[in-house]
T-cell receptor
């Protein structure tokens, strides 16, 4: 059974800092990994999707990497801003059937 | 209009009542999902469907049922609501291309069972 964990559970940083969020999964037989953002009481928005054949994806200040063999992914946020404050979730596809989510990292960027 | 629309957005119901949550999408995707989110537990899969004639149980399907009325519509029913079904419910869609299936989520339905 695929299990996904995320570290840290919560993170508070001053504005302008670069930061890294971590995601681990137990079964490396995945087709893709996605990073999502969730604002309080809102739905999830997909930020980046990394296919299993890829090592990383970039979108603006966000960079996500994937190491399938070790079951790890990182989300790097450069020059953090208060507007980046949200919960970030990673999800892996479950044998191409559905998505298994981690519990999320709650990020606060302080002005 | 939103790509994935959930109704209602908020609902309070009494224990033992039957309730239906509805989801519609304009993405043209075949795959649709229902998840629930609880504090500290993340998102857990209830049911998913790959097309109108396909329904699959997820991790926590007990106490729930679903109906895929059309490609664009996927509804979730609680046959007899109980307080521990109080949660935030999400509908999601994705395309069926392996490896490229970006998931799109609705805004969620906050359900309270009293």
């Amino acid at each position: 059974k695929q299990e996904v964990t995320q570290i840290p559970a919560a993170l508070s940083v001053p504005e302008g800092e670069n930061l890294v969020l971590n995601c681990s999964f137990t079964d490396s037989a995945i087709y893709n990994l996605q990073w999502f953002r969730q604002d309080p009481g809102k739905g999830l928005t997909s930020l980046l999707l990394i296919q299993s054949s890829q090592r990383e994806q970039t979108s603006g200040r966000l960079n996500a990497s994937l190491d399938k063999s070790s079951g790890r992914s990182t989300l790097y946020i450069a020059a953090s801003q208060p507007g980046d404050s949200a919960t970030y979730l990673c999800a892996v596809d479950n044998y191409g059937q559905n998505f298994v989510f981690g519990p999320g990292t709650r990020l606060s960027v302080l002005p | 209009d939103a790509d994935v629309t959930q109704t209602p957005r908020n609902r309070i119901t009494k224990t033992g009542k039957r309730i239906m949550l509805e989801c519609s999408q304009t993405k043209g995707h075949d795959r649709m999902y229902w998840y629930r989110q609880d504090p500290g537990l993340g998102l857990r899969l209830i049911y998913y469907s790959f097309d109108v004639k396909d329904i699959n149980k997820g991790e926590i399907s007990d106490g729930y049922s679903v109906s895929r009325q059309a490609q664009a519509k996927f509804s979730l029913s609680l046959e007899s609501a109980i307080p521990n079904q109080t949660a935030l419910y999400f509908c999601a869609t994705s395309d069926d291309t392996m490896g490229t299936g970006v998931a799109f989520f609705g805004q969620g339905t906050r359900l309270t069972v009293v």
